[in-house]
Nanobody, 122 residues
Framework: QVQLVESGGGLVQPGGSLRLSCAAS????????IAWFRQAPGKQREWVAG???????KYADSVKARFTISRDNAKNTVYLQMISLESEDTAVYYC????????????????WGRGTQVTVSA
């Protein structure tokens, strides 16, 4: 069982930056691939970025070159550094664990956090 808690969301102006954190409980964190998803109002949840157990990273085309996912297994934490934020990035961002990171996509696992709100607005 893995419990995930996201933090770091907030209100930011277009062009600004935020760093989200996903803290995991349990001593098997390092065994899991981890990913970030987001859900904007009225839209389906979409995958944003994923990182494998070994640190391989993949990104959705919409965020490539602007978002960076990383993990610190010693701290049981995964980060999502976001720069050059746009209004289209406004969403609730969720952390997911236990899925599979493929060559271009991440198949979601069973563990979800409750999300953190990111609002990009002037």
């Amino acid at each position: 069982q893995v419990q995930l808690v996201e933090s770091g969301g907030g209100l930011v102006q277009p062009g600004g930056s935020l760093r989200l954190s996903c803290a995991a409980s349990g001593n098997v964190f390092s065994n899991y691939a981890i990913a970030w998803f987001r859900q904007a109002p009225g839209k389906q949840r979409e995958w944003v970025a994923g990182i494998s157990r070994g640190g391989i990273t993949k990104y959705a085309d919409s965020v490539k070159a602007r978002f960076t996912i990383s993990r610190d297994n010693a701290k049981n934490t995964v980060y999502l550094q976001m720069i050059s934020l746009e209004s289209e990035d406004t969403a609730v961002y969720y952390c997911n664990a236990g899925g599979t990171l493929g060559s271009t996509y991440y198949t979601q696992g069973d563990y979800w956090g409750r999300g953190t709100q990111v609002t990009v607005s002037a």
